[in-house]
């Protein structure tokens, strides 16, 4: 789950890392409110404006202006507000439909008063499951332009790993402030924010923190002045405060649907759709699916314990994609019965009906005979596969 700029800086500022001052708002006219609230608690001649939305290089995009004064405020907050903000990390790129914004960060000027005496850095924490490790990633030169430093200067990229069962040791702490250059005032302020940075990765169950800018203030002091936060779905359990930040506004409607009924969906972009139990038997059906020649238009794992009902409500969001031209079941029938499975699609087909798409369905294991007899006598135009390259066979069939 992903949180948004503002959600992500309350969490981290409440395990003591220092982040830039700032207020939401969703109308130019909470924006003055935020701006002249930002005036009297700060002092902040300047605001900046940022778009609030689930992707980065919003800056490249147009979404992050800096106002000098009132009238440049309400002119961005006006603009910003209601864009549909493309950035290279929205859906289709620069080229694509872009977001909607619905809500801007008012934030105070961090640079101030002296933005050649600043520095920005990099700093970003995640897990690198080949290693089992988590890993400190960070770079001297952070900023709009650090995907052109790792592609281009991959030396000045850096990466600290650390044990889960010591957590992040105190030398390691110090080797990363070196690696930055940092002296005096700022090596001892990093020190102290990137322990309360590790400490907010693992007390939330994040799965990426990433601090772009890290800023070295005029006065030594250090800043996380933006940042991107992505945490564990299987992790929520324990932070119902962080759960209850989600924003379904960012995320597809059709996966958000999809998780109401308890199904795994991810949309993608092919012309065969899947339906399956497991997530190691759907990756594999996604790879018999290109193996075949399709592509699949859809990661669903249906669970251990579907029944008729869910598996109908798998079946209408598959077919709510125009661009599916086949439907590839295939279930093996371990805790979930292949029958549950087999009347849902029947269920679905009767209840839908006009369905012009081809079905394949493979169904082996627990009740799979009484599955196979129940879709053979229910007269719909299904076409059954027993082995996998069957079932493959006939999805080339139908796509060529």
Same mark, same amino acid.
């Given at each position: 789950?992903?949180?948004?700029?503002?959600?992500?800086?309350?969490?981290?500022?409440?395990?003591?890392?220092?982040?830039?001052?700032?207020?939401?708002?969703?109308?130019?006219?909470?924006?003055?409110?935020?701006?002249?609230?930002?005036?009297?608690?700060?002092?902040?001649?300047?605001?900046?404006?940022?778009?609030?939305?689930?992707?980065?290089?919003?800056?490249?995009?147009?979404?992050?202006?800096?106002?000098?004064?009132?009238?440049?405020?309400?002119?961005?907050?006006?603009?910003?507000?209601?864009?549909?903000?493309?950035?290279?990390?929205?859906?289709?790129?620069?080229?694509?439909?872009?977001?909607?914004?619905?809500?801007?960060?008012?934030?105070?000027?961090?640079?101030?008063?002296?933005?050649?005496?600043?520095?920005?850095?990099?700093?970003?924490?995640?897990?690198?499951?080949?290693?089992?490790?988590?890993?400190?990633?960070?770079?001297?030169?952070?900023?709009?332009?650090?995907?052109?430093?790792?592609?281009?200067?991959?030396?000045?990229?850096?990466?600290?790993?650390?044990?889960?069962?010591?957590?992040?040791?105190?030398?390691?702490?110090?080797?990363?402030?070196?690696?930055?250059?940092?002296?005096?005032?700022?090596? %001892?302020?990093?020190? =102290?924010?990137?322990? *309360?940075?590790?400490?907010?990765?693992?007390? $939330? @169950? #994040?799965?990426?923190? /990433?601090?772009?800018?890290?800023?070295?203030?005029?006065?030594?002091?250090?800043?996380?002045?933006?940042?991107?936060?992505?945490?564990?779905?299987?992790?929520?359990?324990?932070?119902?405060?962080?759960?209850?930040?989600?924003?379904?506004?960012?995320?597809?409607?059709?996966?958000?649907?999809?998780?109401?009924?308890?199904?795994?969906?991810?949309?993608?972009?092919?012309?065969?759709?899947?339906?399956?139990?497991?997530?190691?038997?759907?990756?594999?059906?996604?790879?018999?699916? %290109?193996?075949?020649? =399709?592509?699949?238009? *859809?990661?669903?794992?249906?669970?251990?314990? $579907? @029944? #008729?009902?869910?598996? /109908?409500?798998?079946?209408?969001?598959?077919?709510?994609?125009?661009?599916?031209?086949?439907?590839?079941?295939?279930?093996?029938?371990?805790?979930?019965?292949?029958?549950?499975?087999?009347?849902?699609?029947?269920?679905?087909?009767?209840?839908?009906?006009?369905?012009?798409?081809?079905?394949?369905?493979?169904?082996?294991?627990?009740?799979?005979?009484?599955?196979?007899?129940?879709?053979?006598?229910?007269?719909?135009?299904?076409?059954?596969?027993?082995?996998?390259?069957?079932?493959?066979?006939?999805?080339?069939?139908?796509?060529?």
């Amino acid at each position: 789950m992903n949180l948004h700029e503002y959600q992500g800086k309350e969490l981290l500022s409440s395990y003591g890392v220092v982040t830039q001052k700032g207020y939401i708002a969703h109308t130019v006219e909470e924006a003055v409110a935020a701006f002249e609230r930002l005036k009297a608690e700060t002092g902040t001649e300047f605001c900046v404006v940022k778009a609030q939305i689930h992707a980065g290089g919003r800056g490249k995009g147009g979404g992050v202006k800096l106002a000098k004064n009132m009238d440049d405020l309400k002119q961005h907050a006006g603009n910003i507000l209601g864009m549909m903000l493309k950035t290279p990390q929205t859906p289709g790129g620069m080229d694509g439909d872009g977001k909607l914004v619905r809500k801007v960060l008012i934030a105070e000027d961090s640079y101030a008063p002296d933005f050649s005496a600043c520095k920005e850095y990099y700093v970003s924490i995640l897990m690198d499951r080949e290693k089992k490790r988590n890993v400190i990633i960070y770079s001297s030169e952070g900023g709009m332009n650090i995907e052109e430093v790792a592609e281009k200067t991959p030396h000045l990229v850096h990466k600290e790993y650390i044990d889960p069962h010591v957590g992040l040791r105190d030398f390691q702490k110090r080797n990363i402030a070196f690696n930055l250059g940092l002296k005096g005032n700022a090596y %001892k302020e990093f020190l =102290g924010f990137i322990s *309360n940075l590790y400490k907010a990765f693992i007390g $939330a @169950d #994040a799965s990426l923190f /990433e601090i772009n800018p890290c800023l070295k203030t005029a006065d030594d002091r250090i800043i996380a002045v933006d940042c991107k936060v992505s945490l564990d779905d299987n992790g929520l359990f324990r932070h119902p405060e962080l759960a209850a930040m989600r924003d379904t506004d960012e995320e597809d409607p059709t996966e958000v649907e999809a998780k109401s009924y308890g199904l795994n969906y991810v949309k993608l972009d092919g012309n065969v759709g899947c339906m399956v139990n497991g997530a190691g038997l759907a990756m594999a059906t996604m790879d018999i699916i %290109k193996l075949s020649g =399709g592509s699949p238009a *859809n990661f669903l794992d249906v669970g251990g314990t $579907a @029944d #008729a009902e869910r598996v /109908e409500q798998a079946f209408r969001l598959i077919l709510r994609d125009s661009h599916v031209k086949a439907i590839l079941i295939n279930i093996f029938g371990g805790i979930v019965r292949c029958d549950r499975v087999a009347q849902g699609v029947v269920d679905a087909y009767q209840s839908i009906g006009n369905i012009h798409v081809p079905i394949i369905v493979r169904l082996q294991g627990t009740n799979a005979d009484i599955a196979k007899e129940l879709i053979d006598n229910s007269g719909l135009e299904v076409h059954s596969a027993i082995q996998l390259q069957e079932a493959a066979d006939l999805v080339r069939k139908f796509i060529s």
